[in-house]
């Protein structure tokens, strides 16, 4: 039994006059992982930075719904900051705050205005468990978060937009500025991740995309191409177009 | 949750009401010394004020025309260009251009020393030091004259003409530089075909900026210029530019004598001449941003 | 031929930059020979004595730091959320390209003129008199559009990710500039404010007719005083008074105090950056 967690319903994205997604039609499943794939500069970023509306900053100009908690966030009374402590985001490239690593998990929570510290040390400790972080930086909490690795660096962004519990969290090619082995890290992540949270991840990888999700999303040149399960479509794609991509000629 | 908003709503409130604090002080300036200045000029008459050779304001009847002093502005400008345009430049060029990255380090923390030293102290050295050796290297009557006025703001519009310079060779692309060298361009062809020609509007703007500081610089030329009235005979003529003028006799005039207009006449005079500098040299960087 | 032209142009760009190094040696070297003698603790602590021939600089000293720490009070905080408002609103358009043509503006203004206009509006028409008040008023006014820029480019540097995480956790835009924007920056913001001071307490002209006196055997007392400052002290003793030979002297010492202020200020300033662009990660 499935439940759709966010719905897109005929949404078009512009920036200035040019159409970068068009009439995306679709369902983001509950506790699953859905991936997004495509070749670069076909919308994949977009689209995703479309569900806590990122693109606001550069004046981006929508059509459509995304119903979430049953509203549309394209309202233009949306709760941006509510919106996007439901719906968490980690970046391509890790950007820990240039602050130590207690006060980039506690961030979130310090902007809601929760001041209480016990809560705070236990909501952040909680967090890097979460990650799998908490062991190798327990002795150095107050340390800058720019002294940790790359991949440690993304597992505390993670950790950091955990802590604000989110409902869903969407990773822009989370792995793409990593090594193999702190990506494979991060793929066992989403996997345990997931039974707490709806996971959207964009992947230029696609083997990564067929580890990880449930569902795949295709889109290139800014429409959808085909949607489905991740096995279905790995194994047996529709159309042609999807099958070219996934196997490597095009691309 | 509500406390958030209403914090925001105001800050960003109290962000756009502030901001419009510049605009109006400029607002305000321009009109007090252009009310004030007008009134110089309708009491002197335009052209009596603009192209008078005769000032003698404490004269019965006062003469009131400025022209001397507009052409020391202009002459004692102009010899600085020719001092600070070429070192200027050159040290851009050297800096941007030929010295590695730890000459560069060492060297840029003194052109921007040289930018922050007080005009006081460059007028000081000029009547205790420079002044006095001017005098007896060319046997002159003064050494406070046109000349070493021109050569301390020369100095003075260095680093201004050299770091805006720098800028603008910055923005050359890499790789129009390694398009010429890879043509068999020598350094100088690449810097003399390439780099200077791209950069052509902001060396301009450059230029321009450093004249609206050589011609409003006061201390300076009020110290160093030799202060005389006369329209300037040769290079080595004492003068006295707009700003000294202004500087010179505001300390002494009463409020609201005719005197005390024309001063304000003067300084709508400076301020229409650097507020078109600026404009102008604003027109070639925007220019080459849109490039 | 060409080889010729090719070494003469490199030898003529060499030869600028060392007459641009030597230009400024021409004005340090003398004032830190005859400067230094006898600065501390007399001279930086002592009245001065028998109009401006004997004595210390203490009442300039005093003077130039109120009027420094007045002015940057005055004009800090305005030009920082200026500077916000360009580097992190920058709507709508119109009121953008105004506000930054009036800055560009206000910047190429000379000095002296922000000395007419404090006179006529601060001495004359708000009634404060030749006091301390007018002139920090004043050259906050001067200092404004150089803070404005410094800290707008300081706002500018900070990484737009950093920015983005911050919305991402749910940050409004203003949360956003307080809690990263402004903290990111601030080593830099910090590098302005110290370049800002260093400019204001040189400045001369924009004080003559506004707060300065040249002689005063007292401290300012209040907002409304007149007070000694030490770039119109400078002004005073090579260009009033009777006895030259005893006052340049004076003036050599009073220069290099204010040159080393002035140094140390910049170089504080440099190093500061110079380790912050070594210590950069993102």
Redesign the interface.
């Known amino acids: 039994m499935v439940n759709e967690k966010i719905k897109v319903e005929n949404f078009n994205l512009y920036f200035n006059e040019k159409q970068v997604l068009k009439n995306i039609n679709l369902s983001i499943f509950e506790k699953k992982v859905t991936a997004i794939i495509g070749p670069s500069g076909c919308g994949k970023s977009t689209l995703i930075r479309s569900f806590n509306r990122m693109n606001d900053f550069y004046n981006a100009r929508v059509e459509g719904k995304i119903i979430f908690d049953r509203m549309n966030i394209n309202d233009k009374n949306v709760?941006l900051?509510?919106l996007r402590t439901k719906i968490g985001m980690v970046f391509q490239k890790p950007n820990p705050f240039p602050f130590s690593i207690y006060e980039n998990v506690a961030f979130g929570l310090r902007v809601k205005?929760i001041k209480d510290k016990s809560f705070l040390d236990q909501k952040v400790v909680k967090s890097l468990k979460d990650v799998w972080l908490y062991d190798e930086v327990k002795d150095r909490l107050f340390d800058s978060a720019l002294s940790l690795s790359g991949g440690q660096q993304q597992r505390l962004c993670i950790a950091r937009a955990l802590a604000n519990d989110p409902e869903v969290l969407l990773l822009d090619e989370p792995t793409s500025a990593l090594d193999p082995k702190s990506t494979q890290k991060i793929e066992e992540l989403l996997e345990v991740l997931k039974e707490q949270l709806t996971i959207i991840i964009v992947t230029h990888n696609i083997a990564q995309a067929g580890r990880v999700s449930d569902y795949t999303l295709f889109i290139y040149l800014g429409e959808i191409v085909e949607f489905g399960e991740t096995k279905k479509m790995f194994t047996a794609p529709e159309n042609k177009r999807t099958e070219e991509y996934i196997t490597g000629i095009f691309g | 949750?509500k406390?958030?908003k209403l914090?925001?709503g105001l800050?960003?409130f109290?962000?756009?009401t502030?901001?419009?604090?510049?605009?109006i002080?400029?607002g305000?300036?321009v009109y007090?010394?252009f009310t004030?200045g007008y009134i110089a000029f309708k009491e002197v008459g335009f052209t009596n004020f603009i192209f008078g050779r005769k000032y003698y304001p404490t004269m019965d009847p006062p003469s009131f025309g400025i022209f001397n002093f507009i052409v020391s502005s202009i002459f004692v400008t102009l010899g600085s260009i020719l001092i600070g345009l070429?070192?200027?430049?050159?040290?851009a060029?050297?800096?941007s251009?030929?010295a590695n990255l730890k000459t560069k380090?060492i060297?840029k923390?003194?052109?921007?020393?040289?930018s922050?030293?007080?005009?006081?102290?460059?007028?000081?050295?000029g009547?205790?030091?420079?002044g006095p050796f001017i005098r007896k290297f060319f046997n002159i009557p003064t050494g406070l004259n046109l000349f070493t006025a021109s050569f301390i703001l020369g100095?003075v519009i260095?680093p201004i003409i050299?770091s805006l310079t720098e800028d603008a060779l910055s923005t050359v692309p890499s790789t129009l530089k390694e398009a010429s060298y890879a043509l068999g361009g020598?350094?100088?062809d690449t810097?003399?075909r390439v780099v200077i020609p791209y950069t052509k509007g902001a060396l301009i703007s450059a230029l321009l900026?450093g004249i609206?500081r050589s011609?409003?610089?006061?201390?300076i030329v009020?110290?160093v210029a030799g202060g005389a009235m006369n329209f300037p005979n040769s290079i080595f003529s004492p003068v006295r530019p707009l700003?000294a003028t202004?500087?010179a006799e505001?300390?002494e005039t009463a409020?609201g004598t005719t005197h005390f207009y024309v001063?304000?006449g003067i300084?709508l005079v400076?301020?229409f001449l650097?507020?078109f500098?600026?404009?102008v040299s604003?027109k070639f960087i925007k220019n080459l941003k849109r490039e | 031929m060409?080889k010729i032209?090719?070494k003469g142009?490199?030898i003529?760009?060499?030869?600028?930059?060392i007459?641009?190094?030597s230009?400024?040696l021409?004005?340090l070297v003398?004032?830190f020979k005859n400067g230094y003698k006898g600065i501390f603790p007399e001279f930086l602590f002592t009245f001065p004595k028998n109009g401006m021939t004997e004595g210390g600089i203490f009442p300039a000293i005093v003077g130039t730091f109120y009027l420094t720490i007045l002015s940057i009070i005055f004009s800090f905080?305005?030009g920082v959320?200026?500077a916000?408002?360009?580097a992190e609103?920058g709507k709508p358009k119109f009121?953008v390209d105004?506000?930054k043509?009036?800055?560009?503006?206000?910047?190429?203004?000379?000095?002296?003129?922000?000395?007419?206009?404090g006179?006529?509006?601060f001495v004359?028409k708000f009634s404060l008199e030749v006091s301390l008040l007018s002139g920090s008023l004043t050259l906050a006014?001067l200092s404004?559009?150089i803070i404005?820029k410094s800290v707008e480019e300081s706002l500018k540097s900070v990484p737009i990710t950093f920015k983005e995480a911050a919305y991402s956790l749910g940050c409004?835009?203003?949360?956003t500039i307080y809690k990263i924007s402004i903290p990111i920056a601030f080593p830099n913001i910090l590098t302005s404010l110290i370049?800002s001071v260093?400019?204001i307490?040189?400045?001369?002209?924009p004080i003559?007719?506004t707060a300065a006196t040249l002689y005063s055997r007292k401290l300012p007392k209040s907002l409304s005083s007149e007070v000694m400052a030490i770039?119109?002290h400078?002004?005073g003793l090579?260009?009033e008074g009777v006895s030259p030979e005893k006052q340049?002297p004076i003036?050599?010492k009073s220069?290099f105090v204010?040159?080393l202020l002035?140094?140390i200020?910049?170089?504080s300033a440099?190093l500061i950056r110079?380790k912050l662009r070594r210590q950069r990660k993102w």
């Not at chain 2, 502030?18 to 605009?23: A, F, K, R």
């Not at chain 2, 009547?127 to 420079?130: A, G, K, L, Q, S």
């Not at chain 3, 003529?12 to 930059?17: A, G, K, R």
């Not at chain 3, 800055?103 to 206009?117: D, E, M, V």
Request: aromatic share 12%; no cysteine.
């Open positions: 709760d900051s509510l205005g | 949750m406390k958030r914090r925001d800050a960003t109290l962000i756009y502030i901001s419009l604090i510049s605009i002080i400029l305000l300036i007090d010394i004030k070429p070192l200027g430049v050159g040290s060029l050297f800096l251009e030929y380090e060297l923390p003194f052109i921007e020393i040289l922050s030293i007080p005009s006081v102290i460059f007028g000081f050295i009547i205790v030091f420079i100095i260095i050299s020598t350094k100088y810097i003399t900026l609206g011609i409003g610089e006061t201390m009020l110290m700003t202004i500087a505001m300390g409020v001063l304000y300084a400076l301020l650097t507020l500098l600026t404009l604003n | 060409k032209k090719e142009f490199e003529v760009i060499y030869v600028t930059t007459l641009t190094i230009s400024l021409i004005f003398p004032i905080p305005v959320i200026t916000v408002y360009l609103y009121l105004l506000l043509t009036s800055i560009t503006t206000l910047s190429g203004i000379p000095s002296i003129i922000f000395g007419l206009f006179l006529s509006f004359i006014i404004l559009p404005i409004s835009k203003f949360e370049l260093g400019r307490a040189g400045e001369t002209a003559m007719f770039p119109y400078i002004y090579v260009t340049v003036a050599y220069a204010l040159l002035v140094l200020l910049n170089l440099i110079q």
